[in-house]
Each structure stands twice: as C-alpha cells, then as structure tokens.
Antibody, heavy 122, light 110 residues
C-alpha cells in the first residue's frame, strides 16, 4: 500500500520560505513513470495544484506560483520537497503531497498524504 | 490558467441521482479525455473516484459515473446515499502540461 506523509513547520513567518517534506513508503519514487506532486487547499476553499516532479528532477509548476516554487526530489531518502518563497498570509493552507499517475499525461492523483496545515503569521 | 467551473452546491434526496458539471475550455477539458474527479469528506484528503473521464479505480462504487461533452465533463451519482455527502472536485490536464482543478461542489443529501 502506497503511503505519503507530509512533514514540516506548521507556522512560517511572512517573507520567509515555506519548506515541506513528503516521505513515500510502499512504493519507490523512482517507479517508472510516476510523478509526485504538491497540492494545497486554502481554509474552506478548493484545491490548487502547485506543481509536480519526476524522479529524474523534471518539474512542472502552476504558472501562478512558478516564480516562488521549487520542488525537489531525493530518491535515496524516498522523499520529495516543496519550497515556497516570500510567503504571505495568502499562502496559509493545508498542503497535500500525492502521487501522479503518468499515462499518458500526468494529471490525476491516486494516493494522497493526510495533509499538513501551514499558517503564515508573525 | 483559470479554474474549471463547477456549481457551488448540488443536493438530492436519498436514492435519487444527481449530476455535477465541470466546465473548461478547449485547452483543457475539451481538448483531452483526461478529466478526473475527487471526493473529499470534511477533514480528510481527497479520494480519486473517476479518471480519464469515465474510469473508476478499483473499489469505487459503480454508483459514480463520468461523462464528457465538448468542454463540459460531468459526474453522476446514482442511488444517492448519506455517505455521499461531501465536496467533489474535477481536474484536467492542460495544453501546457499543467493541471487545473474545478472550484468544487458541495453535495448535500436531503
């Protein structure tokens, strides 16, 4: 059974960088074809796709966040990471990591983490 | 990229069928047969219930079905049950290899 678990600080100060880790178990991040993604959900609102990464390091980002987002992967640790810079209160959200099914275009998510609430506040 | 358009809420009585629409453009929903749907109960992570417009993952009830016409995809829940009360989201790939979600629909079982 594939499991994903988000971890990281629940409180980040404005203008700082939000850093989250997703640890994958029950599957290898290097599994052929799968991408790995971050999605967020503002309190009481809908889902927003942030971006995804392939184990090789190839990335695709939401154009609205692209200037502030970096997604990284460490296959040896079975982890991938989210870095969101220059955060404001508008980045307060529940952040999910998930696995992206690849074929033939990566766009849907079959396994999700439980989510982690990150609050941006001084 | 603009979010896909879903109705804010849909309701129905137990046993009835309801349909949720998801409208995009020719650059996303209308351009590909790549639409998925997710069910999200309060406080829980979303759960995949439909992919590639019409396909159900293993273990998902056959009361959930998907379809698409032009730029609009639809999710139908037949034989509505109390446990179906949740938020539902669609998503699609886009021409630029990104992903766009719908705004979400709250389903209420009367």
């Amino acid at each position: 059974q594939v499991q994903l678990q988000e971890s990281g600080p629940g409180l980040v100060k404005p203008s700082q960088t939000l850093s989250l880790t997703c640890t994958v178990s029950g599957a290898s991040i290097s599994d052929s074809g799968y991408y790995w993604t971050w999605i967020r959900q503002h309190p009481g609102e809908g889902l927003e796709w942030i971006g995804y990464i392939y184990y090789s390091g190839s990335t695709y980002y939401n154009p609205s966040l692209k200037s502030r987002v970096i997604i990284l992967v460490d296959t040896s640790k079975h982890q991938f990471f989210l870095r969101l810079s220059s955060v404001t209160a508008a980045d307060t959200a529940n952040y999910y990591c998930a696995r992206v099914v690849p074929a033939p275009i990566p766009y849907y998510f079959d396994y999700w983490g439980q989510g982690i609430l990150v609050t941006v506040s001084s | 990229q603009s979010a896909l358009t879903q109705p804010a809420s849909v309701s129905g009585s137990p046993g009835q069928s309801i349909t949720i629409s998801c409208t995009g453009t020719s650059s996303d929903v209308g351009g590909y047969n790549y639409v998925s749907w997710y069910q999200q109960h309060p406080g829980r992570a979303p759960k995949l219930i439909i992919y590639d417009v019409t396909h159900r993952p293993s273990g998902v009830s056959n009361r959930f079905s998907g379809s698409k016409s032009g730029n609009t995809a639809s999710l139908t829940i037949s034989g509505l049950q109390a446990e179906d009360e949740a938020d539902y989201y669609c998503d699609s790939c886009t021409r630029s290899s990104t992903v766009v979600f719908g705004g979400g629909t709250k389903v209420t079982v009367l």
